[in-house]
């Protein structure tokens, strides 16, 4: 259940939009926290804060921050701008946001008839850490697109969480980011997937959309207990609206879990079991043993999926120029070169749809 803690800031580490850092003073010493603003106010030096501390006493290695829930001396001001979409829903920190999807919204009219994305590829992935890689591949081929991240709600439900996104946006290497479902924080907010990507492609104007989970992911070691069986749910919502699904496999060679060495069970499972739709799923040309490994694993997927094999020259060259750090599950660009290849040839193959 949940650990709580109160504290007084101590200092102020950085902040990017959304999002602040702080060392708060505790009983048991000093911690890492970390503030919502639009949810709670801005914290400053000498407030106390009431603090959510039970995944930093888990040692959660995404999300290891206690978290500020509240500034009790000092409470943000009533929000007075529209909107009527509540997400996170019958929590203490439920947030009403204006959906792009509700009437009286400006892009009400654009989306309420809409029914396709126009053929736009859309390339699914299964963790966050897959989408700068993803982009890296995308514009080292097709530099000037447009490309907009469709936040799925199985990680982190604020899109503010994440650092990568906020440098992705500030660079333009993002058009936008679209939050579905209960994740918030979004450019544009939308009720569900489908509507996330109508919105991305009609509203932000995406050539590309890349669909992930929030920072964070959740499995238990079981064949279906793991978040990323979304990624199945995401090639069925992007064909259904006449999209191109483009599956991006998670590959590692440095994971020391069996489950996931070589073609992780969550994609066999995701893509394999609950992607009902065809999609391309892309199959990284790796050398060597390991290679010949994730290419017979993914033969399997063959049964109801287009495989497409995709050259990799070139793609660690435009991995090491990625605008923000490159990490999965601990591990750098160096460390787990085929999950970072891998989903740059998923953005490679889909730039290859756009010509």
């Known amino acids: 259940m949940i650990r709580w803690r109160k504290g007084e800031v101590v200092r102020v580490r950085r902040e990017w939009p959304g999002a602040v850092e702080l060392d708060v003073a505790v009983a048991e010493g000093e911690c890492r926290a ?56 019958y929590t203490p920190l439920q947030a009403t946001v204006l959906g792009a999807d509700e009437q009286g919204a400006p892009h009400h009219e654009a989306l309420r008839e809409a029914d396709s994305v126009d053929g736009m590829p859309v390339v699914v992935a299964d963790l966050h850490s897959a989408l700068p890689a993803i982009l ?85 070691g079981t064949r279906w207990g793991f978040s990323g069986v979304a990624a199945g749910e995401a090639v069925n919502a992007a064909a259904v609206l006449a999209g191109r699904p483009v599956a991006a496999l998670r590959v590692s060679e440095g994971d020391r879990r069996e489950r996931h060495v070589g073609v992780s069970h969550h994609s066999l499972t995701a893509y394999g079991r609950v992607a009902l739709a065809p999609a391309q799923v892309v199959v990284p040309d790796l050398p060597g043993a390991f290679g010949a490994t994730v290419r017979e694993q993914a033969a399997a997927l063959a049964t109801r999926h287009e495989i497409v094999t995709v050259p990799v020259d070139g793609l660690h060259e435009a991995l090491k120029a990625s605008p923000v750090r490159l990490s999965t599950m601990g591990r750098g660009l160096e460390e787990d070169l085929a999950y970072f290849v891998t989903s740059a040839a998923a953005g490679r193959h889909a730039a290859s749809l756009l010509s």
């Not at 801005?42 to 995944?55: I, M």
């Not at 290891?64 to 509240?70: E, P």
């Open 136 to 220: 890296c591949g995308l514009y080292a081929d097709s530099p000037g697109i447009r490309v907009a991240y469709v936040m799925q709600d199985g990680g982190a439900l604020p899109a503010w969480f994440s650092m990568s996104c906020a440098t992705l946006r500030e660079r333009d290497w993002l058009c936008g980011v679209v939050t579905t479902g209960q994740s918030f924080g979004g450019d544009v907010e939308a009720v569900t997937l489908h509507t996330g990507l109508l919105a991305a492609r009609h509203v932000l104007g995406a050539d590309v959309a890349v669909v992930a989970q929030g920072p964070g992911n959740l499995g238990t």
């Open 34 to 89: 970390l503030a919502y603003p639009p949810l709670v106010g801005r914290p400053e030096v000498g407030d106390t804060v009431l603090l959510n501390t039970t995944a930093l006493a888990m040692g959660l290695g995404t999300g290891g921050y206690a978290m500020v829930v509240a500034v009790p001396d000092r409470l943000p001001q009533d929000p007075s701008g529209p909107g009527h979409l509540v997400k996170a829903r």
